[in-house]
T-cell receptor, first 113, second 113 residues
Framework: QQQVKQSPQSLIVQKGGISIINCAYENTAFDYFPWYQQFPGKGPALLIAIRPDVSEKKEGRFTISFNKSAKQFSLHIMDSQPGDSATYFCAASNPDSNYQLIWGAGTKLIIKP | NAGVTQTPKFRVLKTGQSMTLLCAQDMNHEYMYWYRQDPGMGLRLIHYSVGEGTTAKGEVPDGYNVSRLKKQNFLLGLESAAPSQTSVYFC????????????FGDGTRLSIL
């Protein structure tokens, strides 16, 4: 299975709250899990990434939690700010397919002031 | 530092017309990619290149051709445009495969009437 399933499709969070976006995958060969952030009219930009030998990675207000046994990973945005309003994509790298990235469908996040 | 530059930014074509999208990167990256982004479907890989003179098919290659004659340029061609190819096209580049961030251009918005 090549899919990466992302949820929710859209999310509204109050300023200062915690935003949580989830992704699930089936292929245990996937070896690298990045999150990308995309603003309207722009290309995606790498936000944070994790490898499956680590259960959590934190960079500032952004944290990836990784559950290898459940084949799930999630992005947490602490103290969410209006400037975080964007579309977020999870992805997974498949070493069996020349490390192509398999992308989730995206989550549109709106932070209300 | 321009990064990844895509031209044109917008284009409207009639069914059956042909066109070429140009991607240029100034980071000396080996790998380059062409994606299409459609609502609710994330990014899907069309073709990619692992170095000058090489190309390979991605997830959705039909109806597209590519060429990488120079390391810094990656061209995407539509020989006979179809309405189903209406999309936003993104080019990306990276140092190499596996665990390296992909750097994206700002996209080409293409409409096929």
């Amino acid at each position: 299975q090549q899919q990466v399933k992302q949820s929710p499709q859209s999310l509204i969070v109050q300023k200062g709250g915690i935003s949580i976006i989830n992704c699930a995958y089936e292929n245990t060969a996937f070896d690298y899990f990045p999150w990308y952030q995309q603003f309207p009219g722009k290309g995606p930009a790498l936000l944070i990434a994790i490898r499956p030998d680590v259960s959590e990675k934190k960079e500032g207000r952004f944290t990836i939690s990784f559950n290898k046994s459940a084949k799930q990973f999630s992005l947490h945005i602490m103290d969410s700010q209006p400037g975080d309003s964007a579309t977020y994509f999870c992805a997974a790298s498949n070493p069996d397919s020349n490390y192509q990235l398999i992308w989730g469908a995206g989550t549109k996040l709106i932070i209300k002031p | 530092n321009a990064g990844v530059t895509q031209t044109p930014k917008f284009r409207v074509l009639k069914t059956g017309q042909s066109m070429t999208l140009l991607c240029a990167q100034d980071m000396n990256h080996e790998y380059m990619y062409w994606y299409r982004q459609d609502p609710g479907m994330g990014l899907r890989l069309i073709h990619y290149s692992v170095g000058e003179g090489t190309t390979a098919k991605g997830e959705v290659p039909d109806g597209y051709n590519v060429s990488r004659l120079k390391k810094q340029n990656f061209l995407l061609g539509l020989e006979s445009a179809a309405p189903s190819q209406t999309s936003v096209y993104f080019c990306a580049s990276s140092w190499n495969r596996g665990g390296q961030p992909q750097h994206f251009g700002d996209g080409t918005r293409l409409s096929i009437l």
